[in-house]
């Protein structure tokens, strides 16, 4: 490896190269097609990062290209890629949807090395004959099981066949979907397949909770998570609709602890989103599958799936936002009983744990002891043997929807019956 590469590790606290890293260096070096899986979390970004950057040279225009499936994960990577590339003097440019795209023509002229974005931008940018593909040699799809998918599928296929030079290509993903066993029947050409999965192990301690509740009462419970000291976590919702709804309900109460982060915002509100969560600013970032795919949230507590996920897959990419390099983290499941026994049935060959889990006393908890004090009802509701919260618990009070809107009360004015609808005369 380049010496300027260990330099940077030792700086940043690493002392070895997770085992993707490892793995793929040397293969993408020599040019080989290679499809990369490796566990979310486990450093994939980087893993690609020091090959493409040693193969590259410094002013002779844009020669490799990384695809990502959304913005916020377009400009993660251009974060990442531009801290390695700096070294080499190498220029690095993020080309995403919602951006200024008079500015992306400006920086396109600066003939940078190195250009990340998304699918709909790049082809725009090709089609306008602005983004200049002649003298690419290496491409890296990144999160390629939701990339190589309908729709996704066919811009990815046109940008790849735009280019005119001989070239690298290497996939990178979580999961194995059918679709990276056949890329020499989409891309005309195969790639050597890179599992590190079972030998992985830079997974920290994750416990997986069942949490069972209604579907009516679940927006009071996040309500209650509010109150556990230091929480943090990550909200799954399946429909982007049903985010703008869980957030209006926190929005109606004024709390400003909580944010959402939905494809159907403006680049500056999502960013500003994302930035809040990340520095600690809010307590529950509200998202979908598709914003929050494959971001990186350093020591991320909690993630919570607010709507099951439909498929193993999205739940992998969802629960692996916590527990990234060796940090624990906690993944609760909300549903009712029918519901979390269709997520077990789902997971049953996977190496989840799912066990169930309960809220009690400003915590999340295995279990809840039974007392004998004078309100013990109350707690054995909330014990292992019932596991399930009074109703009277879920409900709304008053005082919290009026507490920063008081009602003014309506004087009790009594009217002069004599003169009952008499007007005064001036």
Known sequence: MIEQFKEKFQKQGYQNLTPIQEAVYKLMVDGNDIIGLSPTGSGKTVA??????????AGDGIQAMVIEPSQELAMQTTNVMRDWAKDFDLKVLSLIGGANVKRQHEQLKKRPEIVIGTPGRIMSLINEKR?????????????????????????????VTSFE?????????????????????????????????????????????????????RNEMLKRFLNIPNFRA?????????????????????????????????????????????????????????AARGLD??????????DLPDNANNYI??????????????VINFGDDHDLRDLKKMLKDSEYNLTKIFYYNQAIVDEVEETNDNNAEKHRSKSVKKSRLKDNDFKVKKEDITKNNPVKKKKNRKRNQKNKGKRKNN
């Open 317 to 330: 990419h969802r629960v692996g936002r916590t527990g990234r390099m060796g940090e624990p983290g906690l």
């Open 48 to 57: 690609f990062t020091l090959p493409v950057v040693s193969n590259l040279t």
């Open 297 to 306: 949230i350093e020591k991320l507590p909690v993630v919570i799936n607010f």
């Open 165 to 217: 030079n001989d070239f690298q290509i290497s996939y990178f993903s979580a999961t194995e979907t059918d679709v990276l066993h056949n890329v020499d029947k989409y891309f005309g050409r195969s790639a050597e397949i890179i599992d590190v999965r079972n030998i992985d192990k830079t997974r920290g301690n994750v416990k997986h909770g069942l949490f069972e509740i209604s579907r009516g009462k």
């Open 131 to 159: 983004l200049k593909t002649n003298l690419i040699k290496q491409v890296v799809v990144d999160e390629a099981d939701d990339l190589l998918q309908e729709g996704s599928l066919v811009k990815v296929q046109e940008i």
């Open 234 to 290: 990550l909200v799954f919702v399946n429909q982007n609709n049903s985010v703008q709804k869980v957030f209006n309900y926190f929005k109606h109460l004024n709390l400003n602890s909580v944010k959402m982060l939905s494809a159907d915002q403006n680049k500056i509100d999502r960013k500003k989103a994302l930035d809040d969560f990340r520095m600690g600013r809010i307590k529950l970032l509200i998202t979908t599958d598709v």
